[in-house]
């Protein structure tokens, strides 16, 4: 029942941690209401700026039920992310900034840990999702 138990935890873990860094990468959007003009001009500066969020969102509404795709498409869009920032930047210092940042660092952990929690879901070793003792 024990390893039931972790093995539960270790399947939420990823989600969790998806969930948080979507609400990180959404704070970020947040800024925009302190610039100058319409209120429907920030609106839409803060759903431009929320795109991230939002693809991020959808991955994680697809990685809940197939935590392989999930963890693949995570990893698609860390390494789209990494090619756009080193397009718009073109220096060297992008590249170093890119495998130390935070920003690439914790999902890239998170598509791994879906990966990881996908293949402890196929190995036949299912927790118990009831939450309940088992009898």
Known sequence: MERARGLFRFIWV???LMVLFIIFLTLFSFDVFEMEGSI??????FVIHSVPSLVLAVV????WRRPLI????????????????????GTDFAVRQI???????APT?????FMIS?????SGERPD???GPSE
């Open 14 to 16: 990823p989600r969790i």
């Open 40 to 45: 429907w001009t920030k609106v839409g500066a």
């Open 60 to 63: 994680l509404v697809i990685a």
């Open 70 to 89: 999930g963890g693949i498409l995570v990893l698609a869009c860390v390494a789209a992310f990494a090619v756009l920032s080193r397009i718009r930047s």
């Open 99 to 105: 495998i130390f940042n935070p920003v690439f660092i």
């Open 109 to 113: 952990v998170i598509g791994i840990l």
């Open 118 to 122: 996908s293949l402890i879901e196929g």
């Open 129 to 131: 999702h009831s939450g």
